[in-house]
C-alpha cells in the first residue's frame, strides 16, 4: 500500500504519516524535511527557500524527482507531499486541513526550525500567505491546485481532534476502502 498525504502547514500532516507508517511496517518520507534538508545545504530557512522557488524551481524539481522513483523502490510506503497524489497516482490520497490558528499553535508549540513566529496570529498569517504561495507556484508549474480537494480519497479536518483520533479516522478509511 502507498498513501501520500497532503494538506495545510502545520496540520499533523507528517506526525499521521510516521503514525501510519509505524502502524503498517512500512517506510515513511517527509517531503517537507527533504526541502528542509536542501534549503539547510544552501544556507537557507525553509521561507527563505519557499521565496527563492517561486522563480527557482530546483528544490521543486528535486523533491519531485525523489517521489517519483519512490514507486520503483519500494512497494510500501507513506509520504508527506504537497504533491505525492499527482506523482504517485497509485496511492491512497489523504488530504489533511486545519484552520490556521490551531496550526499556528502547533507548530509555535513544535518551536520549528526557520519557521519562526512570535504569535499564533503571526503565524496564522504566514500559514495562509505560505498556502496561497505554494498554490499559485505549484498552478504555474504543473497546472494543479493541491488544495482542490478533488484530487483526494479521504479529507480529515484535524483542527480540533489529536493525533491518535485523526489516525483512527483514517485508518478506519482504509480498513472500508482498500483491499
Keep these: 500500500m502507498i498513501i501520500t498525504i497532503s494538506g495545510d502547514p502545520g496540520s499533523g500532516k507528517s506526525t499521521l504519516g510516521r503514525m501510519l507508517a509505524a502502524e503498517f511496517g512500512i517506510p515513511f518520507f517527509s517531503m517537507g524535511d527533504v526541502r528542509r534538508e536542501f534549503a539547510a545545504d544552501q544556507g537557507m530557512t525553509i521561507t527563505e527557500l519557499n521565496e527563492r522557488a517561486k522563480t527557482?524551481?530546483?528544490s521543486d524539481e528535486l523533491v519531485d524527482n525523489f517521489q517519483?522513483?519512490?514507486p520503483e523502490k519500494h512497494e510500501s510506503f507513506v509520504i508527506d507531499s504537497r504533491l505525492g497524489f499527482h506523482f504517485i497516482p497509485q496511492s491512497v490520497k489523504i488530504f489533511v486541513h486545519c484552520e490556521p490558528n490551531e496550526a499556528a499553535r502547533r507548530i509555535l508549540e513544535q518551536n520549528r526550525e526557520g519557521e519562526s513566529f512570535s504569535t499564533v496570529e503571526e503565524g496564522a498569517q504566514s500559514i495562509v500567505e505560505r498556502r496561497a504561495m505554494d498554490?499559485?507556484?505549484?498552478?504555474q508549474l504543473y497546472h494543479i491546485d493541491p488544495t482542490d480537494e478533488a484530487h483526494y480519497?479521504?479529507?480529515?479536518?484535524?483542527?480540533n481532534i489529536t493525533p491518535m483520533e485523526k489516525m483512527d479516522k483514517v485508518l478506519a478509511f482504509l480498513k472500508d476502502n482498500t483491499p
Aim: charged share 30%; net charge negative; no cysteine.
Design 153 to 159: 480519497d479521504f479529507v480529515i479536518d484535524s483542527t
Design 56 to 58: 527557482d524551481a530546483t
Design 68 to 70: 517519483s522513483t519512490l
Design 135 to 139: 498554490t499559485e507556484r505549484y498552478l
